[in-house]
């Protein structure tokens, strides 16, 4: 049953990934602004130009463009950045690790904090703990990125001097970009476990696991938090769908050369091998992270129907 | 045997993060090594390729070129001297200085011929190859001496030839130099894994300089504060600049620079055409206020393209006087009369500190009655969009202009793009008469008169309306010396910094 609805996802997302792929290849060719003209400048001659673009092969109609970059694709061929001559694949393999090291520490700060604190929030329900993270959580949701991961800087590296200010230099420089993105996300988490924990806690199967004398700590997470967690898988599966499209703001503050940052360049430049590719990634792993996410759902609650 | 997160694994993975941040907190700075910090990365350090400023002033620390510029923007020798032997005959003589490529290799003239013949070679696709069309062939006459003949006669040829020359045996066998770059130059490329770390080493004592791309500029300086970096040129908002000189945290330096700023008009579209209304919005902006208040006074007034300094600049202008009144009295003569008759578009690049400065240009014009729409886009799309012509109103900047022929390139009726960067479609025959003059004059004194009498009919005529020039600005730790700042902005004092 499993393997039918795994081959059935996978070709559907071979057709989500070629329709993005495709639609994401005319809309970057429709939009104004022209590679060469950006490269060469005003100063270049019509012919240097029309050769620069006949080296590209732009000079081509937009529907050959599109079958030749299929046609490479589906020969592992990403081709070359216009402006820097090196290979996608090697541009994006660079960056992705990158990116998903951030992500997957983003998440990790973001479930540090959430679990403790939704299932606390959850059992002493009104109590000024709980009022104080509806504080904490409004607070993590409306500051900015670009206010926390420079508030972090001054605080931890600057005043303290135990982290690095910015840069990719082992794990300490993880640390403060994973907490900005992290407490950001563990301000929403937090509030959902609260909330599907409530519900969860007053569920006739609660009752009868404390009837059947277990204690409240597996009462709580072997019973009310199993339950609980699958809204908050499906959230926590989005969440994480995005950190890796790329956190282009943190990015930037912290210079980490994630696969946001790279995007974002390339189509500042038009350099569309580029943006394709990392739009290739991208849906990929939003596509992939999907998927995990659904079966994770099937393996937490036994009464999905893979059908 | 058990496998298993004991409290004591938990424990020793704790101390050994706390001892790692603790280590990191401790580390000393390295006394030789210099670090920059950078607002963008370069892009391409080919100099047969190099188009954007940050990789254009990395290059000139790799690369040698046959000539250089001096402070005055005159043309001076740097590989080589020059002999005019006739108009459309040139001949460079090697010196003896920067003759060994970082490979070991001697530069030669065959080298110099390689380098330019590659250029000019249309399958290679350099944007340098209009700039040195007149080129008609290279011969070397030794292995010091080279010739350049001409198809026509350009007085301005020397100062062409400012590409890094290359070894002609890698340009051969078609080397990387984009990423691997090879020159004659003060420095050598240690190590480029990435596009946020760049090193370089000064053969002279070994000292290395680092630069490390921080694009956000608040990070960039809170880097310089913990002394992470040790210095950082330009590219900070003049807010964080000033408050910075009066913390005296670090040290500030200003000087002025040669990068133009100017709105520029459709001389095409029915409302920006009229003269009266282009002095009107000229009259209406006040210059000096937001030089003061918004730049901090880092810039000074601009009267025209080429500064005052520059030997064919025109010391007198300085542009047109804030005049509100009389800027109403011209929209009235101009049929505008009427508060908020006239509207334009105003279309800017998405850098925020250029959308401020938009924003208070469209309140300053509001107030003589000038209703004003700000449209900003990424820069491919504005790029695109002032190249052929979709703007009534817009503005940027020049940066890094060396010769006064750029005059021709912009404002002569035969350089509309494609052909150059008129890209105001500005056509006016009294000044294509002198721009022809001056490009074919060959004494620079004369050359110079006719290029101040060209920067006067321009300030009349108005295709542009000349805003300020903005200050180059050091910001460094006090132990840095010796980094004097350039007009254009270059690195080239990294050749000579030192941190005591």
Redesign the interface.
Known sequence: MYFNYLIKRLLSAVFVLFSILTFVFFLIHI?????V?????????????D??RA?LGLDQPINQQWLTYMNDFFHYDLGKSI????HVTHLLS?HIFATFLLSLASLVVALLIAVPIGIYSAVYKGSILDKSTIFLATLGISIPNFVM??LL??IF??WL????????D???SL?LPALTLGSALAAILSRMIRSSMLETMQQDYIRSARARGLSEFKVLVFHALRNAALPVVTILGMQFGTLLAGAVITE????W?GIG?LMIES????DYPIVQGCVIIISFTYVLVNLITDFICILLDPRIDAN | MKIGVSKTNIFLIILV?LI???I??CKESDRNTIAMGLSASP??LDPRYV?DAISYRISRLIYMSLVDFNESFHVIPELATWEKLSPTHYRFILGEKFREFHNGSLLTSKDVKATYQSVLD??I???????I?MIESIETVDQNIIDFKLFYPDPFFPGRLVIGILPMELINKKH?F??DPIGSGPMKILHWA????LKLQRLSDGKIIEM?????P??RV??L??G?IDLIQGNLPPEVIDWLSRKQLVNVEKKIGNTFTYLGFNLEDPITKNLLVRKAIAHAIDRESIIKYVMKSSARKAGSLLPPEHWAGHSALTGIEYNPEKSKMLLKQAGYGDPSSLKLVYKISNDPFRLRLATIIQQQLKSVGIKVEIRSY????F???I?NGRFQMYSLSWVGLKMPDIFY?IFHSKSI?????NRGRFNDSEIDVILELAKTETSLSKQALLYKDLQENLIKSLPYIPLWYEDNVLISKFAIEGYKLRADGNFDSLMSIKNN
């Not at chain 2, 990435?194 to 770390?197: A, G, K, L, S, V």
């Not at chain 2, 793009?417 to 960067?421: F, K, T, V």
Request: charged share 20%; proline share 8%; glycine share 10%.
């Open positions: 939009i104004p602004g022209d590679p003209e950006v490269m060469l400048g005003e100063s270049a001659r019509i012919a240097d130009r050769a620069l080296s402006y820097s001559n090196e660079k991961g420079p800087i001054l590296s600057l001097g135990w982290l690095p200010v910015s840069g990719n082992g794990l300490s640390v930037t503050i912290f210079s050369p940052q189509i500042q430049k038009r | 993060l790692q941040f603790f990191y907190g892009i391409n188009t249309s399958e696709s350099s944007p340098h190859r209009a700039s069309a990387n984009a990423r990435n596009d946020e770390n490390i791309t921080l694009k956000d608040v990070v809170l880097k504060l913990k992470d990424d820069w491919g799309t790029y695109g969009d190249k390139y793009p494609p052909y150059g960067a």
